[in-house]
């Protein structure tokens, strides 16, 4: 074989490889459940992952709520308060773009690409619900 051949052959074998490596890591990254103790923030409650073509509310982890996303968490309200209030937190028309929820003060904490993290605060009292959405 030619030196230029297996130059050839050894780099299509490296490449390969390194792609190999790649895809399995990622596909084990995908497989694994997430803990919602790992990400719940810290005096939250957390109330669920909302299936998004139904509307339904999980507690648990179904390959169906795989890829895009919103889980809802709460802060003196119950879950069921909390996930009303995150159904009905609605965006502003005109730029700057910011959460809005009568009753509510809301405050973007992080917002990156496909991803945002909002905290909502009840006017006048402590009672917080927070939700975060991404893909």
């Known amino acids: 074989m030619e030196p230029r051949r297996r130059v ?31 990400f719940t923030p810290e005096g939250y409650t957390f109330c669920g992952w909302r299936v998004l073509g139904t509307g339904d ?8 709520l795989s890829g895009a996303y919103l889980v809802a968490f709460a802060k003196g ?3 069921r308060d909390a996930r009303r209030n995150v159904t009905r937190v609605r965006t502003t028309q005109t730029p700057p773009y910011r959460p809005i929820r009568l009753g509510y003060r809301c405050k973007v904490l992080d917002n990156d690409y496909e991803y ?10 402590s009672r917080k619900f927070r939700f975060q959405t991404g893909s």
């Open 116 to 125: 945002t993290d909002v905290r909502c605060t009840k006017i006048g009292a």
């Open 77 to 79: 309200m119950t879950c």
């Open 57 to 64: 509310w999980k507690m648990e982890w179904d390959d169906s």
């Open 8 to 38: 050839v052959a050894l780099t299509a074998l490296v490449v390969s490889a390194a792609i190999t490596a790649f895809a399995s890591t990622a596909i084990a990254g995908e497989l694994a459940e997430p803990d919602p103790v790992e």
